[in-house]
């Protein structure tokens, strides 16, 4: 049974263009986050929610919207793609605020925008 | 200074090398240390978790943390082939929401 999932796998996209990537993670952990692994495959933390709130909101254009529905899921919408945002986009969960800080990451969703 | 430093190698080793992988940091609130794994075109995997100081054995993986030297390290004995993979270090301050910080991970092959 998949723990964190993403979809979709793959997207490729026009410059201009809004699209959304959608996570989902079924370990009942309270907290979420979206990071972006750039082509040199560093990871850097992008957000985090705990139980559907906004904690952390690192330095990312306001283009990047993460929304919450409810605690197991959280999607990222990208407003007016632009050719920089091309990466791998990893979603993440976490037993915090349980005293653990390990996270649990989703497949990724690669992101090339033309 | 980056706050965690990891040497990207590439590692390349015999099968049935030791493997040691390491990072430093310089962030002394640094108090839970993660090592992952990451095939090509796959997520992160956690491997090895520990919080502070000192060693935790896992199969042939073993996960050593010295928090006086801000050191960290990665052990696999017995190499396999299908180690190959990139590892990455982890840390977390244990504060806030627990956001990691990652090194820029070691890619390593085992060649047979």
């Known amino acids: 049974d998949t723990a964190v999932s993403q979809t979709p796998k793959y997207l490729v996209t026009q410059m201009g263009n809004d699209k959304s990537i959608k996570c989902e993670q079924n370990l009942g952990h309270d907290t979420m986050y979206w990071y972006k692994q750039d082509s040199k495959k560093f990871l850097k933390i992008m957000f985090s929610y705990n139980n559907k709130e906004l904690i952390i909101n690192e330095t990312v254009p306001n283009r990047f919207s993460p929304k919450s529905p409810d605690k197991a899921h959280l999607n990222l919408h990208i407003n007016s793609l632009e050719l920089g945002d091309s990466a791998v986009y990893f979603c993440?969960?976490?037993?915090?605020?349980?005293?653990?800080?390990?996270?649990?990451f989703g497949p990724g969703t690669r992101l090339t925008v033309t | 200074q980056k706050e965690v430093e990891q040497d990207p190698g590439p590692l390349s080793v015999p099968e049935g090398a030791i493997v040691s992988l390491n990072c430093t940091y310089s962030n002394s609130a640094f108090q839970y240390f993660m090592w992952y794994r990451q095939y090509s075109r796959k997520g992160p995997e956690l491997l090895m978790y520990?919080?502070?100081?000192g060693n935790k054995e896992d199969g042939r993986f073993t996960a050593q943390v010295d928090k006086s030297s801000k050191y960290i390290s990665l052990f696999i004995r017995d190499s396999q082939p299908s180690d190959s993979a990139t590892y990455l270090c982890?840390?977390?301050?244990?504060?806030?929401?627990?956001?990691?910080?990652f090194g820029k991970g070691t890619k390593l092959s085992v060649i047979p």
């Open positions: 982890a840390m977390s301050k244990g504060a806030g929401s627990y956001q990691l910080t």
């Open positions: 520990t919080y502070s100081s």
């Open positions: 993440a969960s976490s037993p915090w605020p349980s005293g653990r800080a390990e996270q649990y």
